[in-house]
Antibody
Framework: QITLKESGPTLVRPTQTLTLTCTFSGFSLSSNGEGVGWIRQPPGKAPEWLALIYWDHDKRYSPSLKNRLTITKDISKNEVVLTVSNVDPVDTGTYYC?????????WGQGTPVTVSS | EIVMTQSPATLSVSPGERVTLSCRASQNIHNYLAWYQQRPGQAPRLLIYHASTTATGIPARFSGSGSGTEFTLTIAGLQSEDFAVYYCQQYNNFPPWTFGRGTKVEMK
């Protein structure tokens, strides 16, 4: 059974850096074809894909946010970390960790993040 | 960036009805399309991938079709638990994956 769980702060001040951790089980991110990504969803809006990291260390980022995003993985801990720098109130929403290299086959429960002073 | 357009935005239906949701891509995405269901307060869940392959554990009443730029999600015999928002997502050209704005299926 594949599970993913997000953790991180619920409130972040503008201009700060947001760090989110995804802890997963049921698969290995060192196995061929595996990928873990992040998707966020502003309140009442559609999901927005942010970043993806593959088993072979390949990383993909949303072009509109690329300069502010960093995704890393720790195989030994079964963790993927996303950092979002210089946050703004428009970054408010629920952040989901997902399993899948092409489509999001499995989703975490999501973690709400509010950016406000 | 590929733009995904879903229609209608809202669909009012009664339980037991057959429902058809549409998704259009701004350019050819072959069959690299997924459908998700999102119930209130929950994370989205995968229903369909590769345009027509049903994900594990998804009831047989859900089916997907289409290729190129035009896609359809059909729910044959809507159940009460199917009232939700449905999103399509392309993964042919990425980054980025792109989602449609969703279709809300509500009770008539």
């Amino acid at each position: 059974q594949i599970t993913l769980k997000e953790s991180g702060p619920t409130l972040v001040r503008p201009t700060q850096t947001l760090t989110l951790t995804c802890t997963f089980s049921g698969f290995s991110l060192s196995s061929n074809g595996e990928g873990v990504g992040w998707i966020r969803q502003p309140p009442g809006k559609a999901p927005e894909w942010l970043a993806l990291i593959y088993w072979d260390h390949d990383k993909r980022y949303s072009p509109s946010l690329k300069n502010r995003l960093t995704i890393t993985k720790d195989i030994s801990k079964n963790e993927v970390v996303l950092t979002v720098s210089n946050v703004d109130p428009v970054d408010t929403g629920t952040y989901y960790c997902v399993h899948g290299g092409w489509y999001a086959a499995h989703w975490g429960q999501g973690t709400p993040v509010t950016v406000s002073s | 960036e590929i733009v995904m357009t879903q229609s209608p935005a809202t669909l009012s239906v009664s339980p037991g009805e057959r429902v058809t949701l549409s998704c259009r891509a701004s350019q050819n995405i072959h069959n690299y399309l997924a459908w998700y269901q999102q119930r209130p307060g929950q994370a989205p869940r995968l229903l369909i991938y590769h345009a027509s392959t049903t994900a594990t554990g998804i009831p047989a009443r859900f089916s997907g079709s289409g290729s190129g730029t035009e896609f359809t999600l059909t729910i044959a015999g809507l159940q009460s638990e199917d009232f939700a928002v449905y999103y399509c997502q392309q993964y042919n050209n990425f980054p980025p994956w792109t989602f449609g704005r969703g279709t809300k299926v509500e009770m008539k």
